[in-house]
């Protein structure tokens, strides 16, 4: 009886399409809405999908973006000389995330913009679980960006305020961002609590 072999092609091709299919299931799993499944393996889906995988719905949504957000900093430094505490002034610590994020599209800047995003956007919501949820991921955001800002300095304290940015409507399309109002979530005096040597390698100075 005659055999029929399955050639070297076929099998890459058979090989190519088993993994294309395990990615889009996991693509797919990662874009459902939450759910205890996915928030069991959100760590395990997060490592796979980020940074180069990383989608929303943002494209297909019918709404566009209609506002912007930054997180602005400050820190209490003590005075090394006279044992006093001095307040740093404000310090947009996105911004310039931001233009390096769009000037090199893959690099450390768009996981920490993440971070920061899913920070400020738990900190506006009105669950307080949530609220607290964001105010920790914002602290270690702000006190690692301050830490490598201030890096001489002794650093005590650090405040951050989530500024949004509304653009104007279509019927006010004619008005500059600027003369839109802006919108602060404050929070109050917290911990100087930067993350680790390792991680903080990724974030830019």
Do not use: C
Not at 30 to 42: A, E, F, G, I, R
Not at 48 to 70: G, R
């Amino acid at each position: 009886m005659k055999r029929f072999g399955i050639s070297g092609p076929l099998w890459w091709a058979v090989l190519l399409a088993v993994v294309l299919a395990i990615h889009f299931f996991i693509t797919f799993w990662y874009l459902t809405p939450n759910n205890p499944v996915k928030s069991k393996w959100w760590d395990r889906l997060y490592a796979y999908m980020d940074p180069l995988f990383t989608q929303n719905w943002q494209l297909f949504a019918p709404n566009p973006v209609s506002q912007h957000q930054d997180v602005w900093a400050k820190a209490r430094v003590k005075d090394p000389a006279t044992g006093q505490l001095r307040e740093t002034d404000w310090k947009n610590i996105t911004r310039p995330m931001i233009r390096d994020k769009q000037s090199q599209r893959i690099s450390s800047e768009g996981r920490v913009l993440r971070q920061i995003s899913v920070g400020a956007r738990h900190f506006r919501g009105d669950d307080p679980k949530e609220k607290q949820k964001g105010e920790w991921i914002l602290q270690r955001s702000v006190s690692t960006a301050l830490g490598l800002t201030f890096s001489d300095s002794d650093i005590q304290q650090v405040k951050f305020r989530v500024v949004t940015n509304l653009f104007p409507r279509f019927q006010d399309r004619r008005k500059g961002d600027d003369e839109t109002p802006l919108y602060f979530h404050e929070s109050g005096w917290l911990e100087f609590l930067p993350v680790g040597p390792a991680a903080a390698k990724e974030w830019p100075e």
